[in-house]
């Protein structure tokens, strides 16, 4: 090991990290609007603002455009990347190995293996958003009327522990450095002050209304 392998090694972490950042966001901005809240006004706007409709859309883009880089494959042959992800796990894996370049990291041959492993049990969801990316939001495919995205949000959440672990104990073993990868001034939270405020004022103006519907037996009309 020497100063430009640590650099080396200190700047593929960092690229990672950052990608996984920039999907787990977007992932919690998706789930957060997809996810049913008991406040009839809350609800409504998630369900019915064309803007936040949009705003999920993009983001579900994101989330699969980034995951897609991590963990891009060959669909013919797994082990290989053809090298057109220069920041993907599975290649930085190979790296770790033994007698290749960051083999001074010290990962055990079995904790490779395992991690090889939980990867490839996720081979049919990365093929999927690899489709999705390749053919529809990165690219736009001539032939893609027959792309159907089967991922839920259920089947990212392996993908993000995985690169997650990988990444915190390469940091660890090869820097001594630990890792956050929790956000500060997170967007999600923001976006969820955002839409309690605006149901607020919604919930406000529609209250000025009771009185009178009260008069004529109609306050159950209100939410």
């Not at 983001?59 to 980034?66: A, G, K, S």
């Not at 891009?72 to 033994?98: A, P, S, W």
């Not at 209304?209 to 008069?215: A, E, G, V």
């Not at 037996?217 to 209100?222: M, S």
């Amino acid at each position: 090991m020497n100063q430009l392998e640590t650099a080396n090694l200190r700047e593929d972490i960092h690229r990672m990290i950052q990608i996984v950042l920039k999907a787990q966001e977007s992932y919690r901005i998706v789930y957060y609007l997809m996810q049913r809240d008991d406040d009839f006004y809350i609800q409504n706007i998630k369900r019915k603002n064309h803007f936040l409709k949009s705003v999920k859309h993009t983001y579900w883009q994101v989330t699969v455009i980034e995951l897609t880089k991590l963990f891009y494959f060959n669909h013919k042959d797994d082990t290989q990347t053809k090298n057109r992800e220069h920041f993907n796990l599975r290649d930085f894996l190979k790296k770790l190995g033994t007698e290749n370049v960051y083999s001074w990291v010290n990962i055990s041959p079995f904790i490779l293996n395992r991690w090889q492993q939980e990867i490839k049990k996720c081979n049919k969801t990365v093929l999927n958003l690899i489709t999705l990316r390749d053919k529809l939001y990165a690219h736009d495919d001539r032939n893609n009327k027959d792309v159907i995205n089967q991922t839920t949000l259920k089947h990212l959440m392996p993908l993000f522990s995985i690169a997650i672990e990988i990444l915190s104990v390469a940091s660890i073993n090869g820097l001594n450095e630990g890792n956050s990868f929790e956000v500060i001034g997170s967007p999600v939270k923001e976006l969820e002050k955002m839409v309690v405020q605006i149901a607020k004022v919604k919930k406000d103006h529609m209250e000025l209304y009771r009185p009178i519907l009260k008069k004529y037996d109609l306050e159950n009309e209100l939410p």
